[in-house]
């Protein structure tokens, strides 16, 4: 999930557009938050959202944090996209609480009470754009997006090479075992024919017994391999 949230690629105007969001809603919160700008400061900010606005000071406290510290994150690119998304919710509830009904046009002429949606409408295209290609070139998001694929890519790589490790270790224990059957038959067959060539009668009788054993063992894999062929033959037609 974090991944996904700091997720971006070294896209300059996807930067271009985060930076100047950012900038813009930084300096409103600021002067709702701080007073800067020529902004009247924190306590009244409050009491307009409380008293004109009718909005709790719990949500007037967060629609300040969502501008200001949101804008703060969109300049630096750290978590954009959730400094984004905040940012659009205060819109929203701008755009349908306050300023919905003053039309689609700001109060460029000062003939109407308050300004419409029209800048409501481009902060949110910019929020979403943000929102769905993330903080893009120059951003703490890229880079803490680099670091985790890297971390990731270490463990994919990781669990693989076990994987093969075990793979392996099973080969070469397979291996050992069939050398070492191998070995237990030759050394039978040699210790026979030392036998044999010593006129000993038990040892000649187990070494024939033991050449038709073979002999049966062969025919019977020879069998099972034709029968095989011909299977994956009539398979193929």
Known sequence: MLTWIVGTDGDWVIATVRIV?????????????????????????????????QIPAPLALLSV???????????????SRIAALGIAVVMIVALIAVHGKFGFFMNWYGEKKGHGIEYHILVLALALTVMIK?????????????????QNG?????????GSSHIGQD?????FTG???????AFSYTILNLGTQSGHPKLEKRKRSAVSSQRRMTKTASHTDDESFGKDIHDAE
């Open 21 to 53: 969001l950012g900038v813009v809603f930084f300096a409103h919160g600021a002067q709702k938050a701080l007073g800067w700008f020529g902004g009247t400061g924190l306590q009244s900010t409050m009491r307009v959202f409380r008293e004109q606005l």
């Open 65 to 79: 944090a969502a501008e200001f510290l949101g804008g703060l994150g969109l300049i630096v690119g750290f978590l």
């Open 134 to 150: 993330g903080a893009g070139a120059f951003s703490l998001d890229q880079v803490l997006y680099q670091h985790f694929s890297a």
């Open 154 to 162: 270490v463990a994919f790589r990781g669990g693989t090479e076990r």
């Open 171 to 175: 080969n070469g224990k397979l291996g």
């Open 179 to 185: 050398s070492a059957a191998g070995m237990t038959r």
